[in-house]
């Protein structure tokens, strides 16, 4: 495994031990007419696609690449929502909240573009 598989593998067990234990992170407040958890849910989940996309080398044919990253990590922001409703007593599914994990994928994909167009200077197709 290279070394950042396993910072998303950490990222991911980490993100999820945040998501099923809110009493670490407790209440939401206000941030210009959001909600300070819907924006750290967009960070978290950006942060989560990007590291997708870095972790696997997306490249080449990077489009077919980003939209299954972005699937992926959508796929568990909302298996996550899911999961609280399910096996939690103190959470509940919120779609806000998984909007947010959502738009934050998109996010994390886009910047990972930028990323490779510039820093890594990628010829994204």
């Not at 407040?29 to 989560?48: P, R, T």
């Not at 509940?92 to 947010?100: G, H, K, L, P, V």
Request: hydrophobic letters at 55%; charged letters at 10%.
């Amino acid at each position: 495994m290279t070394l950042s598989r396993s910072i998303l593998l950490i990222y991911v067990v980490i993100l999820a031990f945040l998501t099923f234990n809110p009493w670490i992170l407790p209440g939401s407040s206000m941030l210009v007419g959001i909600e300070l958890d819907k924006l750290e849910h967009a960070i978290a989940y950006s942060g989560m696609s990007f590291l997708i996309m870095l972790a696997y080398g997306i490249t080449k044919s990077s489009r077919m690449s980003s939209l299954i990253a972005f699937l992926f990590c959508s796929s568990i922001g909302l298996l996550f929502e899911f999961i609280q409703l399910w096996f939690t007593t103190n959470r509940q599914f919120s779609i806000n909240d998984a909007i947010a994990n959502v738009l934050g994928a998109l996010l994390g994909v886009a910047v990972f573009w930028g990323y490779s167009c510039v820093v890594l200077k990628r010829d994204l197709k």
